[in-house]
């Protein structure tokens, strides 16, 4: 079964810090890697996906991502947070041996940006 | 156009009592989805609809869910009678297609209490 590891549950910055966080995938096959975020009391929303092409995917508000295939990993970095990016931030992943019915989550990570 | 809408948004129940969670895709969408978020755990799976039809319910923890999706619009989780450990976060998500390339839209949850 397909399985996502995020490595950091907690992280806490300070405004202005860069940001990696880390997201590992269990080989599978072909596969979709997303990265969500959930802010406080709203939806979980697509930050940034990654399906084919250039590895180096851009997302929302200044978020990218990097496929390393041969890490199985697709970390997420932003050069500098800001307080409005407190969110719990969620790696997943479909296709492979899962399907693509179904996505699988990270455990996710809480970060807390710090004014 | 309007997102993934869920039905309550907070659930508070006794044990062996039975809730019915709602949720309503987004328009044109026939795949549905269920998962679950237990506290301090993953988003998981639990089963997907092609329009009324379920597709897969691999995810679905026993007998005591039934999913339906009557006329392959609106679907409806209930959970009879409920245990301490059904309380968690309900997602829905809905996407277009169910394969390559199709991403899947997230409703707000429904937070379920069991006590």
């Known amino acids: 079964a397909q399985s996502v590891s995020q490595h950091n549950h907690h992280v806490i910055l300070s405004e202005a810090a860069s940001l990696e966080l880390g997201c590992n995938y269990s080989y599978g096959g072909t596969v979709n890697l997303f990265w969500y975020v959930q802010y406080p009391g709203q939806h979980l929303q697509l930050l940034l996906k990654y399906f084919s092409g250039d590895p180096l995917v851009k997302g929302i508000k200044g978020f990218e991502a990097e496929f390393i295939k041969s890490k199985f990993s697709f970390n997420l970095r932003k050069p500098s947070v800001q307080w409005s990016d407190t969110a719990e931030y969620f790696c997943?992943?479909?296709?492979?041996?899962?399907?693509?019915?179904?996505?699988?989550f990270g455990i996710g990570t809480k970060l807390q940006v710090i004014p | 156009e309007a997102g993934v809408t869920q039905f309550p948004s907070h659930s508070v129940i006794e044990k062996g009592q039975t809730v019915t969670l709602r949720c309503d895709p987004i328009?044109?969408?026939?795949?549905l989805y269920w998962y679950r978020r237990v506290m301090g755990k993953e988003i998981k799976f639990l089963l997907h609809f092609v329009k009324e039809s379920k597709q897969d319910e691999s995810g679905m923890p026993n007998n005591r869910f039934l999913a339906e999706r009557t006329g392959g619009t609106y679907s409806t989780l209930k959970v009879q009678p409920a245990e301490l450990e059904d309380s968690g976060v309900y997602f829905c998500a809905s996407s277009l297609r169910a394969s390559f390339s199709y991403e899947q839209y997230f409703g707000p949850g429904t937070r379920l209490t069991v006590t």
């Open positions: 997943a992943v479909n296709g492979g041996s899962g399907g693509y019915q179904k996505v699988t």
């Open positions: 328009s044109g969408h026939d795949n």
